[in-house]
């Protein structure tokens, strides 16, 4: 981290912050897009223990791990120096999703770190295999 010089003896003048380096701020956007193409690409099992009705998987559809990295983050470091978030989730839920045009689009309820929420509906295209349907990247 760069520290800016400070003028002052203020401790709130904006004259004095630290700036993360352009290498490091690299580093952790690959870091963040890495871990969000691993969890969108994992294999998600169907469970043993179903009723024949349902279906249950080993993972959850959608978590607020599954909101986009360009979501969150403004990732220009001219903009954004120390890659901070931009837009904090704390979860996701009531989802509801509906078949349009052959895509399925699900609507989540999105919460923020704000406590105020609003609606998101990632698009995800079905993909069948012998009648089993497993979904795509959100």
């Known amino acids: 981290m760069k520290e800016l010089s400070n003028s002052s003896n203020n401790p709130l003048d904006e004259s ?21 193409n691993t ?10 223990n179903g009723n024949g009705i349902y279906d249950r998987h080993e993972f959850p ?8 990295v360009f979501w969150q983050y403004d990732l220009n470091y001219e903009t954004n120096p120390n890659l901070m978030i ?6 996701t ?10 895509w399925y689009l699900m609507i989540a309820r999105v919460e923020g770190f704000d406590v105020k929420s609003f609606f998101a509906w990632p698009k995800v295209q079905m993909v069948s295999i ?3 349907f497993g979904t795509g990247r959100l």
């Open 39 to 48: 969890l969108v690409n994992r294999p998600n099992k169907v469970q043993l």
């Open 86 to 91: 931009r837009l904090g989730v704390n979860t």
């Open 61 to 68: 559809v959608l978590t607020r791990d599954h909101i986009p």
């Open 16 to 36: 004095s912050f630290c700036v993360m380096e352009k290498q490091i701020f690299d580093n952790k956007f690959l870091e963040l897009f890495f871990n969000y």
């Open 130 to 132: 012998s009648g089993n």
């Open 93 to 102: 839920f009531n989802a509801a999703a509906i078949k349009l045009n052959g």
